[in-house]
């Protein structure tokens, strides 16, 4: 394409920094870019159900529920991309209050994950220790009744989510993935994987997640949106995070949830959703530095996320490849 320019005036601005020097061409942008994603940096999170068929997600197109056979399938195709993780979500044929399928020998979670591990031994498989999918109300854990209200009884969870978290090591999952929010299921967790004899599987906090509104498709799609109420009683408030603070850690919320006891300095913390808490994922990497500890960061980008992505392509706002990797690099920028 040719482009007739008008005479160039001869004016000369008196700078002495010019940063479009290295914006010039693309050779020069890629050499000083900071962040540079590859596949073997994702997360593939799959929704495993206990029949035969693969059942699409309406609220997220593209995506489906798989079952076991049809999971190790995509595992494969998802190897050959380079995508060496995945993190499983199951969705049970049962449901009662206790979410006993969580951590049966024979739940959904424990049998993909030994079929996927028996045909991919290469794959990192990530199980999701969460009792939402399984209890036939849609909560996070048994239900008690404070205060009249009826909430989630945090110390039976506990419990629960242990015997979960073994139940999945035990079935050969590589990293458990408490996702509850309940108090103190880090160190109830870790202390059972210990005993257990799994003192090598890692625990991979949601060490902050937010109740948001962001989560509608990935709830319909693991089956767990609560029958009544919502999580707002154990999950985090996104717009309170800065006015409260852990009594004795002088932390907002979001950061003391990262830095509660139990946790052990190697495991990764996971914080959901990235979009609209960003911030959080610095703040808590600038705290591990002043304590001299490092470990890997995870931003969750699923859901609400993408699908924002997804409705503005359906109105032919954009092409889906650059705005969907936009969100991807500044979740990297903030250090996962």
Known sequence: MTISL???????????????????????????????????????PMFIHEGQDEQPIASMPGVSRYSVAGAVARVGEALSLGVNTVVLFGIPNSKDAQGTQAYADQGIVQVATRAIKAAHPGVSVIADTCLCEYTDHGHCGPLCEIGGEVTVD???????????????????????????????????????????GFTHV???????KYASAYYGPFRDAAGSTPSFGNRGGYQMDPAGGQAR??????????????????????????????????????????????????????????????????ARRGRRHHDLPRPGRRPLAARGRTGP
């Open 202 to 208: 890692p625990v991979m906090s949601y060490a902050v």
């Open 154 to 196: 945090n110390d039976a969870a506990l419990e629960l989510l242990a015997h979960t978290a073994v139940s999945q090591a035990r079935a050969g999952a590589d990293i458990v993935a408490p996702s509850a929010m309940m108090d103190g299921q880090i160190g109830a967790i870790r202390t059972a994987l210990d005993a257990a």
């Open 245 to 310: 603070r852990r009594a004795g850690r002088g932390l907002p919320d979001g950061q003391a949830g990262a830095a509660l006891p139990g946790r052990d300095p190697g495991d990764p913390r996971r914080l959901r959703p990235a979009s609209g808490g960003l911030q959080r994922v610095g703040r808590v990497r600038d705290g591990q530095g002043r304590r001299g500890r490092w470990h890997a960061r995870r931003a969750a980008h699923r859901a609400g996320d993408p699908d924002l992505v997804q």
């Open 6 to 44: 008008p005479p160039r005036p001869d004016v000369r601005a008196d700078l002495t920094d010019r940063p479009r020097r290295t914006r010039r061409t693309p050779a020069l942008r890629s050499l000083t870019r900071e962040i540079s994603l590859s596949a073997a940096q994702f997360i593939y």
